[in-house]
């Protein structure tokens, strides 16, 4: 299968034309291919970076996006996938960045495109934002998605599992705890680093809210979660 046929089309879109332009000629001037070429290295290689400094780089989302308007669903679908056909990173944290600021804007209809995003070109820098800061508002706006999120835990590609985990990690008291443990369970026995802190890290933020919980239930799952997850689990507690 080729991915690339798969991949959702942006839509039309005045305001994306704008900012996309407007972004371009705003960060590309400012690249400084040494700190590049650092970032591109600690980021494993997963994209070639401008190497803009993150301050600078949110002044500059800042003029990109002075005056721009208020986005809709269809603006925001084209802002992100039109990112993500840029090939440095940055303009792909610009649009998760974008995507956290306007999630208010999105509908369950966004989740495909949510899942294209964590799927592509993923690594935990942009998957993390997107996880709780756009699955997780999405699933509590529609607890009709949580369906979804169901399927994302035993999806194929790691990074959607891991969106799965980490939705609910903004939630706190109104975390669904069935699903946080039973999604925990389930996963438990993946073999991948990001797999395992994400568990970890999930019910390390639940135990802010009821350390109680967590203690019972590490201690329920016995070896069943791995001691990456433990440690990082009961870090705080």
Request: glycine share 6%; hydrophobic share 45%.
């Amino acid at each position: 299968m080729n991915p690339a046929a798969d991949a959702p089309v942006p839509p039309d879109s005045t305001l994306a034309d704008t900012v996309l332009e407007r972004l371009v000629a705003v960060y590309a001037p400012a690249a400084d291919p040494v700190r590049a070429e650092g970032a591109t290295a600690y980021m494993k290689h997963v994209a070639p970076f401008l190497g803009i400094l993150t301050s600078e780089r949110r002044a500059l989302s800042r003029t990109v996006l002075a005056g721009a308007g208020r986005p809709d669903e269809t603006d925001c679908t084209a802002i992100a996938l039109r990112c993500w056909l840029l090939p440095e990173r940055e303009y792909q944290y610009f649009a998760a960045d974008y995507l956290r600021r306007n999630v208010g804007c999105c509908t369950s209809g966004f989740l495909p495109v949510l899942h294209h995003l964590v799927t592509t070109v993923p690594w935990w820098d942009t998957v993390d934002v997107l996880a709780a800061h756009v699955a997780g508002p999405l699933v509590a706006a529609d607890p009709a998605l949580a369906r979804e999120m169901d399927r994302w835990i035993d999806d194929p590609s790691l990074w959607a599992a891991r969106t799965a985990l980490l939705h609910q990690l903004r939630y706190r008291e109104t975390t669904d705890t069935d699903r946080l443990f039973g999604y925990c369970l389930r996963r438990a026995d993946h073999p991948d680093f990001f797999i395992r802190k994400a568990i970890g890290w999930a019910l390390r933020e639940y135990a802010k809210t009821d350390p109680t919980a967590v203690r019972d239930f590490v201690g329920g799952a016995g070896t069943r979660l791995s001691p990456l997850s433990v440690r990082e689990a009961l870090k705080n507690l």
